[in-house]
């Protein structure tokens, strides 16, 4: 049996390198996946048109989008009014073009809002688990199981209606939908090797969870992200149609449709079809864009 010499040297103790997080497919390939994609595409398309519509909309409007013309009320389309006039006798094209700076505003700010709300508290309780967990995971199914359209009118009719309360609302609303996904995909990373190498570091908690799992969970906040914005398009009209959300004399679609929805009995279609295809449209385009992103991140 050999034995060691009392004066050899022991070899000090090689320090605890870092495990890599799971190697991920190279952002330049998934762009690349996603530029092939013509969903992808035409839903960028899409997206740009209306976002120019929203920039540019009091430049490339053809009339005045909020001029009265009550002598030319309800005229059908023709070479002068594209899309016809309402019941004041203001042009439709022309609003519609402008409505879109509003709903482009509110809806991707209340995502934005909702997502980095929800991001935050699905880090917390995936990563600490336990009883942080169970409170506030039955927290958040308490609050799913109420109808978020119903919890938002609430909302507003005790807080008031402005263009940052629809926002407020609609964030806070999403908020606990995002957690609980984030949640999800923190779990499933919780307890892999690269966490436990940042644990025995001695790594911070805020750093293992926003700078080791953040960038390995950002694929499902992504495209929940993405749903979430299509979501927020409708919460917006519905809120607007209901009285609820963006007021007059704002050109907003959803208030468009609750002014003029009862002239179509009356044959004029043409004060709502083009303001309801145009929610339809931002909506579709959205869509294609977060399936086409979910399928490059799912490869």
């Not at 409170?135 to 940052?164: E, K, Q, Y």
């Not at 009285?243 to 004399?249: A, T």
Request: glycine residues 8%; charged residues 10%.
């Amino acid at each position: 049996m050999s034995s060691v010499a009392p004066d050899t040297p022991i070899p000090p103790v090689p320090p605890v390198a870092p495990v890599p997080p799971r190697s991920q497919e190279p952002r330049f390939d998934q762009l690349r996946l996603l530029l092939r994609s013509p969903t992808f595409i035409v839903g960028v398309l899409i997206l740009l048109g209306w976002a120019v519509c929203a920039i540019a909309g009091p430049w490339i409007a053809p009339h005045d989008p909020y001029a009265s013309d009550p002598l030319n009320s309800l005229t059908p389309p023709d070479h002068v009014h594209w899309f016809g006039t309402d019941q004041l006798g203001r042009d439709v094209f022309s609003r519609m073009i402008v409505g879109a700076r509003d709903i482009l505003t509110i809806a991707p700010l209340a995502t934005l809002l909702g997502t980095f709300a929800g991001t935050v508290l699905g880090l917390l309780v995936g990563y600490f688990e336990g009883w942080v967990d169970n409170i506030v995971g039955r927290a958040i199914d308490a609050v799913l199981a109420l109808p978020l359209v119903i919890v938002a009118l609430l909302a507003l009719a005790a807080v008031g209606t402005s263009n940052f309360t629809v926002i407020l609302v609609i964030g806070i609303t999403f908020t606990p939908i995002t957690a609980r996904t984030v949640r999800a995909a923190v779990l499933a990373e919780r307890h892999l090797d690269y966490v436990a190498a940042a644990q025995l570091r001695g790594e911070r908690a805020p750093y293992i969870m926003f700078a080791e799992i953040l960038p390995n969970v950002l694929p499902p906040i992504i495209v929940e992200a993405n749903v979430r914005l299509g979501y927020a398009i409708f919460a917006v009209a519905t809120l607007s149609f209901l009285g609820f959300g963006i007021q007059p004399p704002s050109a907003d679609w959803g208030l468009a449709l609750s002014e003029s929805y009862t002239l179509m009995a009356g044959g004029a279609w043409w004060t709502v079809v083009f303001d309801a295809a145009a929610i339809a449209s931002l909506v579709v385009g959205v869509n294609l864009i977060a399936d086409s992103v979910q399928g490059v991140l799912d490869r």
